[in-house]
C-alpha cells in the first residue's frame, strides 16, 4: 500500500499530457526535423504515444549511430516550435493551487529533457517547486523519493511504474494515450477522468489519512 507521512505535504506530476497539451509543438518539431534530415516521419503518429524517452522515439526513424547527434537537434528545435502552440490541460492551473492551499509543493517530474520542460512552465504559468527531468517509469520513482513525494499524478503506464517505485499514491488521469481501465490495471490507486476532479480528489484522500 501507497505509505503515509507526516511529512509536509509534496506531490509530483508528469508534465506532457498530465500538464500540458504538448502535442502540436511535439508534431511541429518533427515535422522540422524531418523537413532538416530528409527523414520521412509521421509525426501524427509519434504523438500518440507520448511518454517514454526520446531516443526510443527516435529509433523508430534514425539509425542508431546517429541517434544523439539527432537528439541534440531535436531538443533544438523544439524551442523554436513547440512553446507556443502548448497550453495547459484543464485543470492544471487550479491542481497545482490545490496542492499549495494544503501548504504542500510541487514537483515535476518528466521524461522531457530539463532545460525544455522548465522553459514549458514558464511559457504555460505554471510553478513548480522543484522539477527533475530526463526521467522514465521507475527512475521517475528515485526522484519522487527524493523530493518526499507521496503522490504521483501521471497519465501514462510508465507513471504508474514511477509511483508504485516510490510508494506513491498513483494517481492517473486519462488525457494521454490510455483509458481508465488500462491505468487501473496497471496500478492506478485512483483514475481521473482529468485534473479538473484533482482538487477535490485531494481533499478528500488528506481528509482519510
Known amino acids: 500500500m501507497p505509505v503515509t507521512s507526516d511529512a509536509p505535504l509534496t506531490v509530483g506530476f508528469d508534465l506532457d499530457m498530465t500538464l500540458l497539451d504538448t502535442r502540436p509543438g511535439i508534431r511541429a518539431t518533427y515535422l522540422a526535423l524531418s523537413a532538416e534530415t530528409g527523414t520521412a516521419i509521421d509525426a501524427d503518429l509519434v504523438v500518440t504515444r507520448l511518454g517514454p524517452p526520446l531516443l526510443d522515439e527516435l529509433r523508430n526513424w534514425f539509425p542508431a549511430e546517429d541517434l ?22 484543464p485543470g492544471a492551473h487550479a491542481a497545482l493551487d490545490a496542492v499549495r492551499a494544503h501548504g504542500g509543493r510541487v514537483a515535476v517530474i518528466t521524461g522531457k529533457y530539463e532545460p525544455n520542460a522548465r522553459l514549458h512552465l514558464e511559457h504555460a504559468g505554471l510553478r513548480a517547486d522543484a522539477l527533475v527531468g530526463d526521467l522514465w517509469a521507475e527512475t521517475k520513482g528515485v526522484a519522487l523519493r527524493e523530493h518526499g513525494a507521496t503522490v504521483y499524478v501521471g497519465d501514462h503506464l510508465g507513471d504508474i511504474r514511477g509511483a508504485k517505485h516510490a510508494d ?9 494515450p490510455y483509458g481508465a481501465e488500462e491505468l487501473l490495471a496497471a496500478g492506478a490507486d485512483v483514475v481521473l477522468p482529468d485534473l479538473t476532479a484533482f482538487p477535490a480528489w485531494l481533499d478528500g484522500h488528506l481528509a482519510a489519512r
Do not use: K, M, Q, S
Request: net charge positive; hydrophobic share 50%; charged share 15%.
Open 168 to 176: 506513491a499514491v498513483a494517481v492517473g488521469v486519462a488525457t494521454g
Open 68 to 89: 544523439d547527434a539527432v537528439a541534440h537537434r531535436y531538443r533544438t528545435l523544439y524551442r523554436d516550435h513547440a512553446f507556443a502552440p502548448t497550453v495547459a490541460l
